[in-house]
């Protein structure tokens, strides 16, 4: 069996934070609808590859999994209050985006070996529309060094969350559609990873087309 990679208490606060917060404002502030649940493993670690228009789609797309997923987010979200201690509880550690940061590489990896699932934004950063037009090949490499399938998702809508000049998320309707697992590539080579991704950026522009 794998051991937790929170303490029981993190875990706790986390399904309270989940319950209490984030998914009630996901089904009922932002009338967010997701298709495709049944195709999360109820169990094991996989890597969570996804489009990201806003800084709220992690815990959006944490919530939408059923389970809790390890996320690399920006460093930079770890310098705003409040924002910070909730994708802290959610699971989320640092990257820096204008590097290969090997820390970042390491936590997914460390998660996955801890039977947990770990979400990567495949572009690296947010796209104004939320299609992938340049997908990176971080998520592939974190799966073929941990030999853990990866789940494509789709984030629509959350593009529209933010509106200049407020704090306030506009509430905007939301679409979370979960593709089928890809079996981990079977190698580290540049030209399989680069394939692999292509595939994951494909379907998940695809899911994000079907639109509301």
Known sequence: MSKSREPVESLLLYYLFKWSIVSPMLHLYFRGRIYGAENVPAEGPFVVVSNHASDFDPPILSSSMRRPVAFMAKEELFK???????????????????????SAIRSAIQSLENGWATGVFLQGTRTPDGRITDPKLGAALIAAKAKAPLLPVSLWGTDAIASKGSIVPRPVPLTVRIGKLIEAPASSDRAELEALTQRCATEINAMHDLGR
């Open 80 to 102: 705003v209050p409040i924002l910070k201690q909730a994708i802290t509880l959610y699971g989320a550690y640092p990257v820096k985006r204008e590097s290969a940061d090997r």
